[in-house]
């Protein structure tokens, strides 16, 4: 698979890179004077990588067996267009919460405020000006401005999921500039709050307690110091063993866009029956409105869910394999940073390795990612091949975003009573 397409996933890693690069030079310059500018270009940082990783694993589908089996790829190049667009769209919110997850957010955000910081202090030496700082390089809070720009752009994102027919064709970018505005803000306000609530939760005096109780337990007893460091030393190892690959699984099954047929085993007991009653009693109308509110947020952790079920039905065995394999890839990064540095020999850190250090990222970038992005889609192929026909439904239409038929249904009249009969008539999952 690798061998067959190594040119166009070099290429198309590449250019995500440099576009990655130039977007946050140019938010970085609109973000030194107002820090809502250069936020509303950062999402498009992001989405670089995004667009660059959904053509690298759209170019190995004819190496997919499986997948071309279940989901044969348009002919025609207007739908393939159509195709990308809407991969590109359902992978925004798994990606962007893997991009901050794994701290690729906030290295931006670095780069965008040394950037920004950069222009304004040239700026003042040029003009002999003192520019404020209020408003200015990252400052994003909940506040007037914010708050309206998320809800605008979410709304402007339903609005073209709702009358996506009728819309011009220059309205798909557009679509996934605000479906991309409104989780980047989304996502950095929630990671801001994170943090500040992580550090009020460091100086309280609990913390100090528990540090107090670890030192009085491990003081007298060091063995039970070096078993307490080593579950630390585990848990945080094995978070990112485990997670690092099951999340890249689940972005590529988004992408992909095979949803599995699975629905879950409905509950028992009188709570949930009287939930199903009552909501059964609501108007067919009434719960129409409800499905066009709610549905566009659902429908965008409805293929994440259809990945993790697709994982769990693929087996132990399978998975296992599988991340054993992606921490080969891990192990494989810094083996190639050392052997890149060797290749190169010694060199004067200041004038040299200061500057072209990023290449040096670079080239390990293109030596590692299109393994990884090679690796992760042989996997899913393998773990549609677990899958019997029975069991897997095709989203061929719309293969990123399982809500958009859903919304084209209710606009015929046919809205939430379909949907419950569509589950209805779909066999459980025996997990």
């Known amino acids: 698979m690798f061998a067959a397409h190594w040119p166009a996933l070099l290429a198309w890693y590449l250019a995500g890179a440099l576009a990655n690069y130039i977007v946050i030079e140019l938010a970085g310059f609109v973000g030194a004077y107002t820090a809502i500018g250069g936020l509303l270009i950062m999402p498009l940082a992001i989405l670089a990588p995004l667009t660059a990783y959904v053509a690298m694993f759209l170019v190995l589908r004819d190496a997919m067996p499986q997948l071309e089996e279940l989901a044969p790829r348009a002919l025609d190049r207007r739908e393939r267009r159509r195709q990308f667009a809407r991969a590109v769209l359902g992978g925004i919110l798994p990606f962007f919460a893997f991009y901050a997850a794994w701290g690729f957010l906030r290295g931006d955000m670095v780069d965008y405020t040394e950037r920004a910081l950069e222009v304004r202090r040239t700026a003042s030496q040029v003009s002999g000006i003192v520019f404020e700082s209020a408003g ?3 400052r994003l809070q909940f506040d007037a401005v914010t708050i309206p720009t998320i809800v605008l752009a979410f709304a402007g994102r339903w609005a073209y999921k709702r ?6 064709r220059w309205a798909a970018p557009a679509a996934v500039y605000l479906e991309a505005v409104w989780v980047f803000l989304t996502v950095y306000l929630i ?4 943090g500040q609530i992580s550090a009020w939760v460091q100086t309280r005096q609990a913390m100090v307690w528990l540090g107090d109780f670890r030192a009085g337990l491990t003081g007298p007893f060091a063995p039970v110091g070096f ?14 063993i485990l997670l690092l690959p099951i999340a890249w699984l689940t972005i590529a099954g988004v992408i992909y866009g095979q949803a599995v047929a699975a629905a879950a085993p409905r509950l028992a007991g009188r709570i949930p029956e009287r939930v199903r009653t009552r909501y059964g009693s609501i108007p067919a109308r009434a719960r129409r409105r409800l499905t066009d509110v709610g549905g566009s947020l659902v429908a965008r952790f409805r293929p994440i869910g259809a990945a993790f079920v697709l994982m769990w039905r693929a087996g132990p065995v399978l998975i296992g394999g599988y991340v054993l394999l992606f921490t080969g890839v ?12 060797r290749l190169v020999g010694p060199r004067d850190l200041v004038s040299e390795w200061m500057v072209f250090g990023e290449l040096l990222v670079l080239a390990v970038g293109l030596v590692v990612e299109p393994v990884r992005v090679a690796l992760v889609a042989g996997a899913y192929d393998r773990t549609l091949a677990r899958l019997t026909v029975a069991s897997v439904q095709l989203e061929t239409q719309q293969p990123a975003l399982g809500a958009d038929q859903q919304i084209e249904d209710e606009r015929a009249g046919s809205g939430g009573d379909d949907e419950d009969d569509r589950h209805r008539d779909v066999a459980p999952v025996r997990l």
């Open 136 to 138: 200015t390089v990252d």
């Open 163 to 168: 009358w996506n027919s009728r819309m011009p």
């Open 191 to 194: 990671s801001d709050g994170l």
């Open 227 to 240: 078993v307490w460091d080593g579950v630390e030393w585990l848990v945080g190892e094995a978070g990112g």
């Open 330 to 341: 891990l192990a494989l990064e810094p083996l190639v940073a050392v052997g890149l540095t």
